[in-house]
Each structure stands twice: as structure tokens, then as C-alpha cells.
């Protein structure tokens, strides 16, 4: 079976500058999964110029694989910190481990957590109608179980 921590190192060595690994996962089968991204933009090429790297770097007439590299998607949740950091100034879905759903601008990220900032419609004392309200939530990572893009067809 390919060892998951040499793939992981093939990948690191062939990074652009603004790039960054995400995840990789060998199953038992041999297949990989490679999932890189960019602060600037992931292009066919980049992905192209990792998968060839990580390829030619192993004999298939030792162990047969099927390598897959690409971008994680919107759909995926963060694995990493570095798309906190891509995602900052952008809006964000993120589920809490109280299990509380909320949707908002990423403002900021940190070591131990990110500042979510959202705006919601809410009953207000001394209102007959419903005012926008925008809070700050500090969030820890371990105090939630998901995060990811906002996908918005507006």
C-alpha cells in the first residue's frame, strides 16, 4: 500500500508559493486523493504539474494506483487553517458544536479560532418592525464541527 506521509512530502515538495495542501487520502485500494488549493486560484495546470510529480515518483510495476489532484470544492468543509485565511472578508456557513447553524462574513482568523460576523432580521424593543442586527461571534475551532464556503446564486 502507498504510504500516505510520502505522498503528503511529494505533494510539499512541488507546491507553488501561494499554494497549500488541504488533504490526502490513500485508501486500500491505492486509490489517492490529493486535494491542494491557492490563495490566488487553483489552475488545471498546477494540479496537472503535482499530479505528474507525485506520478513519476513511484514505479508501477512495484504497486499499481489511480491519483486523483484537485481542488477541495465548495462543498467541502476546512481542514486547514490556510482557508480561513483564503476565505477571510468572504461569507462563510458554519455549524457549531451546539449544533447552532450561522452564516457570515469571515472577518478575521487566528491560531486558536475566527471572527464570524453576521447580520439577521430581529424583533427590537421600541420596534414595530424587524431591524438588522450585526454581531461578532469569536470562534474557537474546537467549538465547532463545520465550515465552509457560503455558495450564493445572487
Request: aromatic share 8%.
Amino acid at each position: 500500500m502507498i504510504d500516505k506521509a510520502q505522498v503528503i512530502r511529494l505533494v510539499e515538495e512541488r507546491l507553488e508559493e501561494k499554494m497549500f495542501l488541504v488533504d490526502v487520502r490513500v485508501n486500500e485500494r491505492n486509490v489517492i486523493d490529493v486535494f491542494i488549493d491557492s490563495f490566488d486560484g487553483l489552475t488545471i495546470d498546477q494540479c496537472v504539474a503535482v499530479s505528474r510529480h507525485v506520478e513519476h515518483s513511484f514505479d508501477r510495476e512495484e504497486e499499481d494506483f489511480e491519483l486523483h489532484v484537485s481542488s477541495p470544492g465548495l462543498t467541502e468543509g476546512f481542514k486547514v487553517k490556510e482557508q480561513y485565511i483564503k476565505y477571510t472578508g468572504r461569507k462563510i456557513e458554519v455549524v457549531t458544536s451546539e449544533n447552532e447553524k450561522l452564516e457570515g462574513t469571515l472577518l478575521e482568523t487566528n491560531d486558536s479560532g475566527f471572527i464570524l460576523e453576521t447580520a439577521t432580521r430581529e424583533k427590537v424593543e421600541g420596534h414595530k418592525k424587524k431591524q438588522l442586527v450585526i454581531k461578532k461571534h469569536n470562534l474557537k475551532y474546537d467549538e465547532i464541527i463545520s465550515v465552509k464556503a457560503a455558495i450564493s446564486f445572487k
